[in-house]
C-alpha cells in the first residue's frame, strides 16, 4: 500500500497493487515504464507481465481509516493475464473493510457479472477514455451489476471528446506527464466539465491539470458514497 498525497493520486488516499502489469502496450502508461526499470525486483519481478502478488492481499485490513484506495494503480485488474479465481480472491479480501475500492480498467468485458458473483457494494468501476475513439468503453459500464458505481477516468486527455455521461457517477480529468508529454487544450477540459455538469456529476481536476490552467476552477468533487461504507457480503 502507497499513501497518496498532493503530488501523487491525489484523489485517492492509498494505491494498492495485488497484482501488477497490464499487455495493452499504451505509450503513455508510466507504470510500465516504471515497471521495467525495476524488472527483477520484488515488486516487479517480471517487469510489466501481468502478476499476482497474494503477500499484498491483507494490506487493506491493516488501514483502519476508512479510506478511498485505488486498486492496481500499476496494473489492470481485468488484464487477461489476471485470472478470474485471482480477481475473485482479491475481492473477497475487501468485503469486511470499510474502505472504497476504485479501479480502472481497459478491459471493462473481464468485470465479472452477477452469474456466481456478489461484487463488495463499496467498489467502484471505472474505465480511461483518452481520445474520441474510446469512447464506446463507457457505455460498457451500464450493466446492471455496475451501474450507481461507475466512473470515468479521462487521463490523459489527448483529444476532444464527445461523451454522453449519463449513467456515470464520477469523472475524474487529468493531463499527460512525463517525456514527450501532450498538453490537453483547455476546451477540451471545458467541454468534459460541461458534459459531466449535464447530469450533476461530481468532476475531479487533477493538480497536473490544474498546474497548466492554474485559472480553472478547482474543482475536485468526491461521490459522497465513497467514504464509510460498512462491510460488504461475502462473495458468491
Request: aromatic content about 12%.
Amino acid at each position: 500500500m502507497n499513501k497518496q498525497g498532493e503530488n501523487g493520486i491525489n484523489y485517492v488516499d492509498y494505491t494498492w497493487n495485488p497484482c501488477t502489469g497490464c499487455t495493452h502496450g499504451c505509450y503513455y502508461c508510466y507504470a510500465r515504464r516504471i515497471a521495467e526499470r525495476f524488472k527483477g525486483t520484488k515488486a516487479f519481478p517480471v517487469g510489466f507481465t501481468p502478476t499476482f502478488h497474494p503477500d499484498r492481499l491483507m494490506e487493506p485490513a491493516k488501514v483502519k481509516q476508512p479510506s478511498r484506495i485505488l486498486v492496481c494503480s500499476m496494473g489492470d485488474l481485468f488484464d487477461e493475464g489476471i485470472t478470474l479465481e485471482q480477481i475473485r480472491k482479491i475481492a473477497n479480501y475487501t468485503r469486511l473493510t470499510k474502505h472504497t475500492y476504485l479501479v480502472l480498467t481497459k478491459n471493462r468485458i473481464r468485470i465479472p457479472g452477477p452469474i456466481g458473483w456478489h461484487w463488495p457494494d463499496n467498489w467502484w468501476f471505472g474505465v480511461s477514455v483518452t481520445c474520441r475513439g474510446e469512447t464506446e468503453k463507457i457505455y460498457g459500464l451500464e450493466r446492471p451489476w455496475i451501474l450507481g458505481n461507475s466512473w470515468v477516468s479521462f487521463e490523459p486527455l489527448l483529444d476532444s471528446i464527445d461523451a454522453d455521461l449519463r449513467n456515470i457517477y464520477w469523472v475524474v480529468i487529468g493531463a499527460m506527464t512525463g517525456p514527450g508529454a501532450i498538453k490537453p487544450e483547455r476546451r477540451w477540459v471545458e467541454k468534459l466539465i460541461k458534459a459531466a455538469d449535464n447530469y450533476n456529476i461530481p468532476v475531479f481536476l487533477k493538480n497536473n491539470l490544474l498546474k497548466l490552467y492554474p485559472d480553472l476552477p478547482r474543482r475536485q468533487e468526491i461521490p459522497e458514497r465513497m467514504i464509510n461504507h460498512a462491510p460488504s457480503k461475502e462473495l458468491g
